[in-house]
């Protein structure tokens, strides 16, 4: 990497962001390849006769399903994982202790 003096905060993580990887943004880009791989053969498909239009219709709908189902099942699964994460962070009001087990008492 060339050296070219310094650099404003936006451009610093520009640059950061630039030579990190990205699963999720790969994953993305795999999964909308596919889907619309799969569109287009079924759209040509129905174009050749080899599936009525119904039929392709059903494919393309199942299609549209997946990218939904697949933002409901993340979406789930972040949610938990929020959950387990920060559960053991904090103090419930109900029984509030301290980190040893002792029962947290107010300050008078």
């Known amino acids: 990497m060339v050296d070219v003096g310094p650099l404003s905060p936006d451009d610093l993580n ?3 962001l630039a030579e990190r990887p990205r699963p999720l943004r790969d994953a993305a880009s795999r999964l909308s390849t596919v889907l619309g791989v799969i569109g287009g053969i ?3 498909l129905v174009g050749f006769g080899v599936l ?4 392709g219709d059903a494919v393309l709908g199942l299609l549209g399903l997946v990218p939904g189902l697949f933002t409901s099942v993340f979406t789930a699964l972040a949610a938990f994982g929020v959950v387990r994460a920060g559960e053991p962070q904090v ?3 109900s029984d509030p202790r301290d980190d040893e087990g002792r029962r947290l008492l107010p300050a008078a």
């Open 14 to 16: 520009r640059r950061l």
């Open 42 to 44: 079924a759209t040509a």
């Open 52 to 55: 009525t239009a119904a039929q």
């Open 91 to 93: 103090t419930p009001l």
